[in-house]
C-alpha cells in the first residue's frame, strides 16, 4: 500500500476543470491545473482566454489513503486507471508541465507523439527539461508528454539551447541518466 503521496490524473466533469481545481485545493489535496492562453474571436470582439491543456482531466498528488477525499469531491469523476488500479504519473512529468507553464513561454496542446529524438534543454529558464524535439514551420518546439493520458505539451525554444539524449528509450526522457 502506498504511504508516500503521489501523483494521479483525474477525470473531470465536462468544462469543469477550474472547479474541480479549486475544490481539491479546498479539501486540502495538492493540484496542478495546467492552462494555455487562446485567442478567441466573437463577432463583437477578440479576446484572450485561459484554458486547460488537459481538457477533462486535473492532476492531484495524494495518498491510497486519501483517494476517496480526491474521488467525492465535487467536479471529480474518477482516477486514471490501468486495469482497475489507479496509475501514477511520474512526478517528473509534473514538475516538466510545472517548468513549462511557469516559464511564460508561449505553450500550446500538440498532438501526442510516440517517436522522435530525445533532447534536454541545456540552458534557459527551463535547463534540465527533456522531451521530444520537433520542427513546425521554421521554430523549434520541445514536446513534453504525459504517458499515462497518452497526451503532449509542446513549448518553443531555440535550438542552440538543446542537447540529444542517449540511452534507454523505453524509459520516459526525464528518469533516464545524461551522459
Not at 476543470?17 to 496542478?32: D, I, M, P, T, Y
Request: aromatic share 8%.
Amino acid at each position: 500500500m502506498q504511504t508516500e503521496p503521489v501523483w494521479f490524473a483525474l477525470t473531470v466533469k465536462p468544462r469543469h476543470e477550474k472547479v474541480a481545481n479549486q475544490n481539491l485545493l479546498l479539501r486540502g489535496l495538492e493540484a496542478f491545473l495546467p492552462s494555455h492562453q487562446v485567442r478567441r474571436t466573437w463577432s463583437d470582439r477578440i479576446q484572450t482566454v485561459e484554458l486547460p491543456l488537459f481538457p477533462g482531466y486535473v492532476f492531484s498528488r495524494f495518498t491510497y489513503e486519501d483517494r476517496m477525499r480526491a474521488l467525492n469531491t465535487p467536479g471529480v469523476r474518477s482516477i486514471v486507471t490501468f486495469a482497475g488500479v489507479g496509475a501514477p504519473i511520474e512526478a517528473c512529468e509534473i514538475r516538466a508541465l510545472q517548468a513549462i507553464v511557469s516559464s511564460g513561454l508561449p505553450i500550446s496542446p500538440w498532438p501526442y507523439l510516440r517517436a522522435g529524438e530525445k533532447v534536454r534543454i541545456e540552458r534557459g529558464s527551463l535547463e534540465g527539461l527533456c522531451g521530444t524535439l520537433v520542427r513546425e514551420k521554421s521554430s523549434w518546439r520541445i514536446v513534453v508528454s504525459v504517458e499515462l493520458l497518452q497526451r503532449s505539451v509542446a513549448v518553443e525554444v531555440d535550438r542552440e539551447l538543446v542537447v540529444p539524449l542517449h540511452g534507454d528509450s523505453t524509459r520516459p526522457a526525464c528518469l533516464r541518466q545524461s551522459n
